[in-house]
């Protein structure tokens, strides 16, 4: 990892491996880690970052406790023992609030957690609290109703990405050593790329998606019932995922999030054979991120690989998941704010109100075009090993959300272009820092894998740590 330019942009903080084996080890406690991660988030630096919804400190500082107690006994301690980890507030955790960023539900506790976030309290990792979002999570930046306005700990003038941009962060400001955000059109990969971390966005149904808000019947937590979300669009393609310093952290969060057993990395079959391309396809790109895409390239053939440029690369997953998305009925979106409207921001209300409004036939026709570009899109893996694509047409916005490409502005949605269009593929992907833009802002590339290739796509990324170097 020394070399590499994520190692290089999270240096000044362990990763969440490195944690692990020191408590596991006795070479630290994890109080000392926890009193470290709460001085963070306590000092003014932390505080004007607002980057957390709730804190759980108190409730963290016991667990931390009760976890040395148990290693001193001799006792066996869990693969992610004393890490500090937080979640995105549309994802269910008992007795915090779950708010989806929304003034609607600013009271609302939760009374189960997401399987998914069990998990990682069952390995030891040590809950810190929950972050901020846009409202339901509707946003390429990280501004809320309820909370107002999450910084970039990194570069104060971008924003940290949205939707899951309290997490992002969290984890580039050594609050947080692994975050759990949420991906339905990019809302890990991009806020990845804004601060300069790693996201994993998995393959539809790799992990359980149990406890996101809202749930199909619009219930946030009253009686104790939080359903995954509605089987719609939202409900097919937005996953559960991890943040974090370093893609072995990943792939250790990933192995426990999925309820598998921990397992070396897959040996990928030689050469592998990689299909990449710009995103030109998908909108403007700027100049500096096809010269990071195409030295990337060259050094993964320079390695002894294949790698073959396919500037069509999912060309048809882009449009067809926008209309979809345009169409799509939020019934679950529209349920939860049934008799709370005025409590919604405008702007959500009429994107929830105009989705019910679709003809039947129009959304069916866009779903079928949706499932032919994405059975186009696994036919174009079936020849290759892994596709590589940016995850934006530049670097992170500006923090109202604009981003100048060569000349051109773009604002919102369209600067997120190739992670929409890999969402439709439904493939698991990486996203992790290879390059840096004229302003010294990180610049990522997704690392796509077929369907199912999870640990293809980890191992991927590892070599493309040491074979991606600061060009600075």
Not at 65 to 85: H, K, M, V
């Amino acid at each position: 990892m020394s070399g590499s330019l994520l190692a290089q942009l999270n240096s000044g903080f362990p990763d969440a491996t490195a944690i692990a084996e020191a408590v596991r080890t006795g070479r630290t406690s994890a109080a000392a880690v926890l009193a470290e991660a709460r001085a963070r988030a306590g000092s003014g630096q932390g505080k004007e970052l607002n980057a957390f919804i709730s804190e759980d400190w108190d409730h963290a500082e016991r667990a931390a406790a009760a976890l040395d107690a148990r290693r001193a006994a001799g006792g066996t301690l869990g693969a992610l023992a004393g890490i500090p980890f937080s979640v995105k507030d549309v994802i269910a955790v008992a007795g915090l609030p779950v708010t989806a960023a929304s003034k609607a539900f600013a009271t609302t506790k939760a009374n189960t957690t997401a399987p998914a976030v069990q998990r990682l309290l069952d390995a030891d990792a040590i809950l810190v609290g929950k972050t901020n979002c846009p409202e339901f999570a509707f946003g390429m930046t990280c501004e809320s109703p309820l909370l107002g306005r999450t910084g970039n700990p990194r570069y104060p003038d971008a924003t940290p990405g949205g939707s899951s941009g309290g997490e992002a962060a969290s984890v580039a400001a050594g609050i947080s050593a692994l975050g759990v955000g949420t991906d339905f059109g990019g809302s890990l990969r991009w806020p990845a790329q804004c601060v300069g971390i790693a996201a994993l966005r998995p393959g539809i149904g790799a992990l359980p998606g149990e406890g996101q808000v809202p749930g199909l019947d619009g219930n946030f937590g009253d009686d104790g019932v939080l359903p995954a979300v509605s089987p719609g669009m939202q409900g097919s393609f937005q996953t559960v995922g991890p943040l974090a310093r370093s893609v072995r952290d990943l792939r250790a969060a990933y192995a426990v999030m999925a309820g598998a057993p921990t397992e070396p990395l897959p040996t990928p079959r030689e050469p592998i054979r990689v299909a990449w391309s710009d995103g030109r396809v998908f909108g403007p790109v700027r100049a500096e991120v096809s010269e990071v895409m195409a030295r990337l390239a060259a050094a993964v053939s320079a390695a002894g690989h294949l790698a073959t440029e396919q500037p069509d690369l999912f060309a048809d997953c882009l449009p067809t998941y926008n209309r979809l998305r345009e169409l799509d009925p939020m019934v679950d979106h529209a349920a939860a704010v049934a008799g709370r409207e005025d409590a919604i921001t405008g702007a959500n209300l009429q994107t929830i109100r105009n989705s019910l409004a679709a003809p039947p036939g129009e959304t069916a026709r866009a779903r079928l075009a949706a499932d032919a570009a994405r059975a186009g899109a696994i036919r174009q893996l079936e020849s290759v090993d892994i596709a590589l694509l940016p995850v934006a047409g530049g670097p992170a916005a500006r923090v109202d959300g604009t981003l100048d490409v060569d000349g051109e502005q773009l604002q919102g949605w369209e600067i997120m272009g190739p992670c929409r269009a890999v969402t439709l593929t439904g493939c698991p992907v990486v996203s992790l820092p290879v390059g840096l833009s004229a302003e010294g802002l990180p610049l990522s590339v997704q690392v796509v894998a077929p369907p199912g290739g999870e640990l293809a796509a980890l191992a991927f990324a590892e070599l493309l740590e040491q074979l991606a170097a600061d060009p600075g």
